[in-house]
T-cell receptor
Framework: DQQVKQNSPSLSVQEGRISILNCDYT??????FLWYKKYPAEGPTFLIS?????DKNEDGRFTVFLNKSAKHLSLHIVPSQPGDSAVYFC????????????FGAGTTVTVRA | NAGVMQNPRHLVRRRGQEARLRCSPM?????VYWYRQLPEEGLKFMVY????????ESGMPKERFSAEFPKEGPSILRIQQVVRGDSAAYFC????????????FGPGTRLTVT
């Protein structure tokens, strides 16, 4: 059962524009959320995270928004750059058991020049 | 500082053979995690190990799969009598302490069962 869902398998965006990636979860016990970025032939690398006590976390060009009531989070990348072309995974954990990450299937982002 | 290393990167096995996947954690990391990614799905947690101890194997299939992290050497994920459904990418991650955001992933081993 997929507890973390990324319903858009792919996203194409023009360089300089905003990329918005969405993620939904079903397990109300999740209270820590992460985004990972993955290039081909490499493992996922941690990008940004957010705790359920917050609704926004920002790190440079990357901002994650959390809507707990809707069980939804999103990742905004502004401005998008060619090097952002990658697969982005949303992940979640129950903080007390926080090594066990549940991942979405990923969204492939392509940034067009 | 070398990252998490996994080998082989690609492994082809016939049905019924054994598959051994190796993971060398980052230097100084004593926590190792294995994940499996089936086609069109996200990574799924399999097992969490510390040196010489299996801490949590709740994500491991009950049969044919085993994992170890010996005192010396890499962590090994072993799949006996492989079946076509075992074809997947297997990722190993390590961390210096317990924490999801501190998991550093290796490049994965892609297992193909023919």
């Amino acid at each position: 059962d997929q507890q973390v869902k990324q319903n858009s398998p792919s996203l194409s965006v023009q360089e300089g524009r905003i990329s918005i990636l969405n993620c939904d979860y079903t397990n109300s016990m999740f209270d820590y959320f992460l985004w990972y970025k993955k290039y081909p032939a490499e493992g996922p690398t941690f990008l940004i995270s957010i705790s359920s006590i917050k609704d926004k976390n920002e790190d440079g060009r990357f901002t994650v928004f959390l809507n707990k009531s809707a069980k939804h989070l999103s990742l905004h990348i502004v401005p998008s750059q060619p090097g952002d072309s990658a697969v982005y995974f949303c992940a979640a954990s129950i903080y007390s058991n926080d090594y066990k990450l549940s991942f979405g299937a990923g969204t492939t982002v392509t940034v067009r020049a | 500082n070398a990252g998490v290393m996994q080998n082989p990167r690609h492994l082809v096995r016939r049905r019924g053979q054994e598959a051994r996947l190796r993971c060398s954690p980052m230097k100084g990391h004593s926590h190792v995690y294995w994940y499996r990614q089936l086609p069109e799905e996200g990574l799924k947690f399999m097992v969490y190990l510390q040196k010489e101890n299996i801490i949590d194997e709740s994500g491991m299939p009950k049969e044919r799969f085993s994992a170890e992290f010996p005192k010396e050497g890499p962590s090994i994920l072993r799949i006996q009598q492989v079946v076509r459904g075992d074809s997947a990418a297997y990722f190993c991650a390590s961390s210096p302490s317990l924490g999801g955001y501190e998991q550093y992933f290796g490049p994965g081993t892609r297992l193909t069962v023919t």
